[in-house]
């Protein structure tokens, strides 16, 4: 009777851990469980957005992909005959700059949105893009000379590429607290001895520390209503190693060029002078913005039957880009016309995207290469991806 007693406590003191095990079990899976669900789900929002930063890519791709065709006009009588024999008239380059310049201009440095929902493209979710041109920006490997470990053309006077980019990045020093910042840049390529491959390789020096935090566009701009202009100058924004020459571009400045040409801050979309004061109503900002935007193309079109590829800044400035830039020649920092290139021939772009789904956000900074060719009476472009990093 007392062995039977002894086994009975043995079995029930068995069963009370097998099931305290069991609860111990359940308890960590649901743990487990409770955090898993929603890492899958803020995992999966972050694979579709980078998926999306992918497709802001290929908008800015369409953009600066579009094809030139000239309209070919019949003639009458017995000339039509004759026009099957001729061969079609192709694009001059004037027409092909002009079509760049007519679709870019009023996007380029602009955040544009592209808004995704789940009934028409199958998720919800935003695109929302930047373009800017790397040949609006500073080479500053073309601007040294790695052989002789210092800036091109550095002799002693006011021509002195050195002195021009002294004054012209003096707003940068005081700005980013950066002082002497040619100095140290002269001092950073002469020491390396040989090219930089990215501009953010300038950050491993204490000279650059002011850009540890402005390395690319500010990260939030589609949600301001002040200009980038209030904050802090960007890295990428100024600097390039990406184009072949050490000329810039004047029709294709970036925010960050046009703040150290002394050019006056415009609204991105009318090309009007801010208003900081005015309190007006999304819908009547939207339907503004919308006149402002069609008003600048007639401006922009208007402007660029004067096109021509070739330039001489001294003299064509202030007929073909201060009725765009408010600025005359003369007004421009000291002899920084020298730096404009004679030529329009831009073929490198960078474009910054944001794309969101959910609470996910992710950023690429991509660097763009538009490439020529022709078909008869139209001219296409193939836009490469040469480079891109996720921000």
Same mark, same amino acid.
């Given at each position: 009777?007392?062995?039977?007693?002894?086994?009975?406590?043995?079995?029930?003191?068995?069963?009370?851990?097998?099931?305290?095990?069991?609860?111990?079990?359940?308890?960590?899976?649901?743990?487990?469980?409770?955090?898993?669900?929603?890492?899958?789900?803020?995992?999966?929002?972050?694979?579709?957005?980078?998926?999306?930063?992918?497709?802001?890519?290929?908008?800015?791709?369409?953009?600066?992909?579009?094809?030139?065709?000239?309209?070919?006009?019949?003639?009458?009588?017995?000339?039509?005959?004759?026009?099957?024999?001729?061969?079609?008239?192709?694009?001059?380059?004037?027409?092909?700059? +002009?079509? *760049?310049?007519?679709? /870019?201009? $009023? =996007?380029?440095?602009?955040?544009? &949105?592209?808004?995704?929902?789940?009934?028409? !493209?199958?998720?919800?979710?935003?695109?929302?893009?930047?373009?800017?041109?790397?040949?609006?920006?500073?080479n500053i490997n073309e601007l040294?000379?790695?052989?002789?470990?210092?800036?091109?053309?550095?002799?002693?006077?006011?021509?002195?590429?050195? +002195?021009? *980019?002294?004054?012209? /990045?003096? $707003? =940068?020093?005081?700005?980013?607290? &950066?002082?002497?910042?040619?100095?140290?840049? !002269?001092?950073?390529?002469?020491?390396?001895?040989?090219?930089?491959?990215?501009?953010?390789?300038?950050?491993?020096?204490?000279?650059?520390?002011?850009?540890?935090?402005?390395?690319?566009?500010?990260?939030?701009?589609?949600?301001?209503?002040?200009?980038?202009?209030?904050?802090?100058?960007?890295?990428?924004?100024?600097?390039?190693?990406? &184009?072949?020459?050490?000329?810039?571009?004047?029709?294709?400045?970036?925010?960050?060029?046009?703040?150290?040409?002394?050019?006056?801050?415009?609204?991105?979309?009318?090309?009007?002078?801010?208003?900081?004061?005015?309190?007006?109503?999304?819908?009547?900002?939207?339907?503004?913005?919308?006149?402002?935007?069609?008003?600048?193309?007639?401006?922009?079109?208007?402007?660029?039957?004067?096109?021509?590829?070739?330039?001489?800044?001294?003299?064509?400035?202030?007929?073909?880009?201060?009725?765009?830039?408010?600025?005359?020649?003369?007004?421009?920092?000291?002899?920084?016309?020298?730096?404009?290139?004679?030529?329009?021939?831009?073929?490198?772009?960078?474009?910054?995207?944001?794309?969101?789904?959910?609470?996910?956000?992710?950023?690429?900074?991509?660097?763009?290469?538009?490439?020529?060719k022709s078909q008869d009476t139209?001219?296409?472009?193939?836009?490469?991806?040469?480079?891109?990093?996720?921000?």
């Amino acid at each position: 009777m007392k062995m039977q007693a002894t086994r009975s406590g043995y079995i029930l003191v068995m069963a009370l851990m097998i099931i305290s095990l069991v609860v111990l079990i359940t308890g960590i899976m649901t743990n487990l469980g409770d955090s898993y669900v929603p890492y899958m789900h803020a995992m999966t929002q972050r694979n579709k957005a980078r998926i999306l930063a992918l497709g802001g890519i290929a908008c800015a791709q369409s953009q600066l992909g579009m094809s030139v065709e000239v309209e070919q006009k019949a003639k009458e009588g017995a000339q039509i005959q004759q026009q099957d024999t001729k061969k079609p008239q192709a694009p001059t380059p004037e027409q092909e700059a +002009t079509a *760049l310049l007519k679709n /870019l201009l $009023p =996007v380029l440095n602009v955040w544009q &949105t592209v808004p995704l929902t789940l009934e028409k !493209e199958g998720i919800d979710g935003t695109i929302q893009y930047r373009i800017t041109c790397e040949d609006g920006k500073l080479n500053i490997n073309e601007l040294f000379d790695f052989k002789t470990k210092k800036f091109k053309d550095d002799k002693k006077g006011d021509l002195s590429i050195k +002195t021009i *980019l002294t004054t012209l /990045l003096a $707003p =940068v020093e005081k700005r980013m607290k &950066t002082p002497e910042m040619v100095a140290a840049l !002269e001092s950073i390529l002469a020491k390396r001895g040989y090219p930089l491959n990215d501009v953010t390789e300038l950050l491993s020096n204490t000279g650059f520390a002011g850009f540890k935090h402005a390395q690319f566009s500010s990260r939030e701009p589609h949600n301001k209503k002040s200009s980038e202009s209030t904050s802090s100058f960007i890295l990428t924004d100024l600097f390039t190693t990406h &184009t072949t020459h050490m000329a810039v571009e004047p029709w294709l400045l970036s925010e960050g060029l046009k703040r150290l040409y002394m050019i006056p801050e415009t609204d991105k979309v009318s090309g009007t002078k801010k208003d900081a004061s005015s309190s007006a109503s999304s819908y009547a900002a939207a339907s503004a913005d919308k006149k402002a935007t069609a008003d600048r193309q007639e401006k922009i079109t208007e402007l660029l039957k004067k096109f021509k590829i070739a330039a001489d800044w001294n003299r064509d400035w202030d007929e073909r880009l201060q009725p765009f830039y408010g600025i005359s020649f003369k007004q421009l920092p000291k002899n920084s016309g020298v730096l404009f290139t004679k030529s329009f021939e831009p073929r490198i772009f960078s474009v910054m995207v944001d794309a969101t789904v959910g609470d996910s956000t992710q950023r690429l900074y991509a660097i763009l290469e538009r490439i020529k060719k022709s078909q008869d009476t139209k001219t296409q472009y193939d836009i490469y991806i040469r480079s891109f990093y996720w921000v």
